[in-house]
Nanobody, 124 residues
Framework: QVQLVESGGGLVQAGGSLRLSCAAS????????MGWFRQAPGKEREFVSA???????YYADSVKGRFTISRDNAKNTLYPQMNSLKPEDTAVYYC??????????????????WGQGTQVTVSS
């Protein structure tokens, strides 16, 4: 059984930084694609970043240059380092695991397992 548990969310001022964590169990993060998505109130869940099983990374244009996705294989944990945060980054952030090597990395339908989400609030 796959479990993904996010942590590290909170309140931060604009321009600040946060690092979220997604601890995985039941799958080795090094062998699968994983991604971060976010959902603001009244909006659809949107792609933030992803890392595939080879280590290649993908970013939404809105976060490119500010967010960095990485994984610690020894801890079986996925991270996004989020810098230069903006109020429009406010959302619930979800990590997800993709059990197939095929399919989209940027659409939620490409993922099979999801965490419960962690709130990130950026104040202006």
């Amino acid at each position: 059984q796959v479990q993904l548990v996010e942590s590290g969310g909170g309140l931060v001022q604009a321009g600040g930084s946060l690092r979220l964590s997604c601890a995985a169990s039941g799958r080795a993060v090094s062998n699968y694609g994983m991604g971060w998505f976010r959902q603001a109130p009244g909006k659809e869940r949107e792609f933030v970043s992803a890392i595939d099983w080879t280590g290649s990374t993908y970013y939404a244009d809105s976060v490119k240059g500010r967010f960095t996705i990485s994984r610690d294989n020894a801890k079986n944990t996925l991270y996004p380092q989020m810098n230069s945060l903006k109020p429009e980054d406010t959302a619930v952030y979800y990590c997800a695991l993709k059990s197939s090597y095929r399919g989209s990395y940027i659409h939620p339908s490409g993922y099979d397992y999801w965490g419960q989400g962690t709130q990130v609030t950026v104040s202006s």
